[in-house]
């Protein structure tokens, strides 16, 4: 149902990297900033990035975000037991005239 | 310390009405957007709802417009999110959340259990 697209999960050791991709149009990621927000079990969502790639005070430099065209990627470094969460993009739509977010991705510390 | 915090929510049954408040504190209310986001049981994060700083433009996602109404007390540090014509799929926890960089504070949640 989303419009934007993200695997279902991810893994990795601690220690190592993940990527997280989010896939969208022209009318959302394509001509609009993305944001990432870090969802703990249990807990309300967290805002990571904002920006494409921002980090608000506080969120340690191993979170960093990008984006080319259409898609947009959460990079994590240096892998921890406590990075084991859901994450999730979000940008606005020009076309829906709505906030949207992706579909969401399961990190994994193996 | 920011802080949102939700009320309002609990069991209704199909086709009945609920109220959903948020205060918030440790910041220039009047300042921020605010927004409701849902997330149904096992699910992702679904946008609702959202209201600019003054209170004088609302926007919904299509699945609740019509049925929802968004609204701000600057006076009271408070959003609320009128929920009439109830539907079971409208069963989730509602988050509050506040955006000047991004949704950048957002409250613990509040239950919204749709049943007969």
């Known amino acids: 149902q989303s419009v934007l697209t993200q695997p279902p999960s991810v893994s990795a050791a601690p220690g190592q990297k993940v990527t997280i991709s989010c896939s969208g149009s022209?009318?959302?990621?394509?001509?609009?900033?993305v944001s990432w927000y870090q969802q703990l079990p249990g807990t309300a969502p967290k805002l990571l990035i904002y920006?494409?790639?921002k980090r608000p005070s506080g969120i340690p430099d191993r979170f960093s975000g990008s984006k080319s065209g259409t898609s947009a990627t959460l990079g994590i470094t240096g892998l921890q037991t406590g990075d084991e969460a859901d994450y999730y993009c979000?940008?606005?739509?020009?076309?829906?005239?709505?906030?949207?977010f992706g579909t969401g991705t399961k990190v994994t510390v193996l | 310390e920011v802080q949102l915090v939700e009320s309002g929510g609990g069991l209704v049954q199909p086709g009945g009405s609920l109220r959903l408040s948020c205060t918030v504190s440790a910041f220039t209310f009047s300042s921020y957007w605010m927004h409701w986001v849902r997330q149904a049981p096992g699910k992702g994060l679904v946008w609702v709802s959202r209201i600019n700083s003054d209170g004088s433009a609302t926007t919904y996602a299509d699945s609740v417009k019509g049925r929802f109404t968004i609204s701000r007390d600057n006076a009271k540090n408070t959003v609320h999110l009128q929920m009439n014509s109830l539907r079971a799929e409208d069963t989730a926890v509602y988050y509050c959340?506040?955006?000047?960089?991004?949704?950048?504070?957002w409250g613990q949640g509040t239950l919204v259990t749709v049943s007969s």
């Open positions: 959340a506040s955006s000047y960089l991004s949704f950048d504070y």
């Open positions: 979000g940008t606005w739509d020009s076309s829906l005239s709505a906030d949207v």
């Open positions: 022209s009318s959302n990621i394509g001509n609009n900033y």
């Open positions: 920006d494409n790639n």
